[in-house]
């Protein structure tokens, strides 16, 4: 990126004022994905891919969101 003249700025971690959406995001996935692992550890990158690409799914195509004039709490 410096040969196109721009800086990377890095943001110190939970400062939601300055990155808000990508905290939310985190928040969310804390809170809604790994719950459904329901504490299981997975070991195994390409099993967890395919939970993560089915989560990104529900998400993005199923969950309720707020700003769509839906609830986002489950």
Same mark, same amino acid.
Request: hydrophobic share 35%.
């Given at each position: 990126?410096?040969?196109?003249?721009?800086?990377?700025?890095?943001?110190?971690?939970?400062?939601?004022?300055? @990155?808000? #959406?990508?905290?939310?995001?985190? =928040?969310?996935?804390?809170?809604?994905?790994?719950?459904?692992?329901? %504490?299981?550890?997975?070991?195994?990158?390409?099993?967890? @891919?395919? #939970?993560?690409?089915?989560?990104? =799914?529900?998400?993005?195509?199923?969950?309720?969101?707020?700003?769509? %004039?839906?609830?986002?709490?489950?």
């Amino acid at each position: 990126m410096l040969d196109k003249g721009i800086q990377h700025v890095y943001i110190r971690p939970s400062t939601p004022r300055l @990155n808000g #959406k990508v905290e939310r995001s985190h =928040r969310i996935d804390d809170e809604e994905f790994y719950r459904l692992l329901a %504490g299981e550890v997975i070991d195994d990158a390409k099993l967890f @891919n395919t #939970k993560l690409h089915e989560w990104e =799914r529900f998400y993005n195509f199923a969950r309720p969101h707020g700003a769509l %004039g839906g609830s986002d709490s489950l």
